[in-house]
């Protein structure tokens, strides 16, 4: 079992900022890919960006310059602070972690998401 919560998300200001926070628990022996998506309404779910294991990132164009994905390797976190927020960044953000079991099969598991929602 593999377990990710996410914390961070709530109503902003276009402009502002916010930092999505997401911790992954469970049974595993090792984490490699980790990321952040989203699901606005009606539309379908879209790599925000994501982080692998040595620190290579990846991220959408809508959000290239304003977001920045980071990870705590030993705390099995991941981060995605979100600046210059605009109204076309709501939507449920979603974490995202890929990995292996002790006896190397290999997972992917997803939080529960959290919403931002940017308005004015």
């Known amino acids: 079992q593999v377990h990710l919560v996410e914390s961070g998300g709530g109503l902003v200001q276009p402009g502002e900022s916010l930092e999505l926070s997401c911790t992954v628990s469970?049974?595993?022996?090792?984490?490699?890919?980790m990321g952040w998506y989203r699901r606005a309404l009606g539309n379908e779910r879209e790599l925000v960006a994501r982080?692998?294991?040595?620190?290579?990132?990846d991220y959408a164009d809508a959000v290239k310059g304003r977001f920045t994905i980071s990870r705590d390797n030993a705390m099995n976190a991941v981060f995605l602070q979100m600046n210059s927020l605009k109204p076309e960044d709501t939507a449920v953000y979603y974490c995202?972690?890929?990995?292996?079991?002790?006896?190397?099969?290999?997972?992917?598991?997803w939080g529960q998401g959290t919403q931002v929602t940017v308005s004015s």
């Open positions: 995202n972690a890929i990995g292996y079991f002790a006896d190397f099969r290999s997972f992917s598991s």
């Open positions: 469970g049974n595993f022996c090792s984490i490699s890919d």
């Open positions: 982080i692998t294991s040595g620190a290579s990132t």
